[in-house]
């Protein structure tokens, strides 16, 4: 008895070690020449077509305007406020959850105007969802006069942010998060983690 327990504890003790060396053989392949871990990056396309999007500027949305926004069903995002920047906009969805009545008619009605497109088939809350392309901003009246008739949609607010190239990333992908107002940073390791997982909306 007492050699068949040190057969069992010699063998669960190689087993530890084997364990050890294959996770140390993983962490020296993620590893580069320096030692540091390998970064995924996103594709060269991906990166022409969101400038900027490794510098993680992101704006948080209710929903269930942030998945409609990712998905290229909402055209405009209307704000009472400008901005200067242009180029990469990561958008995360708020924390509070969809009022379901509100969400479900406002979904029905971009339905209505958009039978052929692919509407996203959940609005979490607390969610990094996508990153898109912020091409301009334009006060409420030069919207108006310039870009409305061509998008097809509108908004009461000051001004117009017009937005185009969505891109959303895969739903197991998108990790749950805390958003802020205005226009703020992600954390440099989210951007690594989730830029090159991206996924162009058609």
Request: proline share 6%; hydrophobic share 35%.
């Amino acid at each position: 008895e007492g050699g068949a327990r040190r057969v069992q504890d010699a063998t669960a003790e190689q087993q530890a070690t084997d364990m050890l060396v294959e996770l140390e053989r993983r962490q020296e392949e993620r590893a580069g020449p320096s030692g540091a871990q390998s970064i995924s990056m996103p594709s060269d396309k991906t990166m022409a077509l969101l400038p900027g999007v490794m510098d993680g500027v992101c704006l948080s949305m209710h929903q269930p305007w942030a998945s409609l926004l990712v998905h290229g069903i909402k055209l405009v995002e209307g704000r009472e406020w400008s901005t200067q920047h242009r180029g990469a906009l990561w958008i995360a969805s708020t924390a509070k959850a969809m009022d379901i009545e509100e969400g479900k008619q406002l979904i029905e009605a971009f339905k209505k105007m958009y039978p052929s497109k692919t509407f996203p088939s959940s609005y979490p809350p607390g969610t990094l969802l996508g990153c898109v392309n912020l091409q301009s901003v334009q006060d409420k009246s030069t919207f108006e006069s310039e870009s409305m008739g061509t998008i097809g949609q509108g908004t009461e607010s000051k001004f117009a942010w017009l937005i185009d190239r969505q891109h959303a990333l895969p739903k197991s992908l998108q990790p749950r998060i805390s958003g802020k107002p205005k226009l703020w940073e992600l954390e440099r390791g989210l951007v690594e983690a989730c830029a090159h997982t991206l996924q162009p909306i058609q």
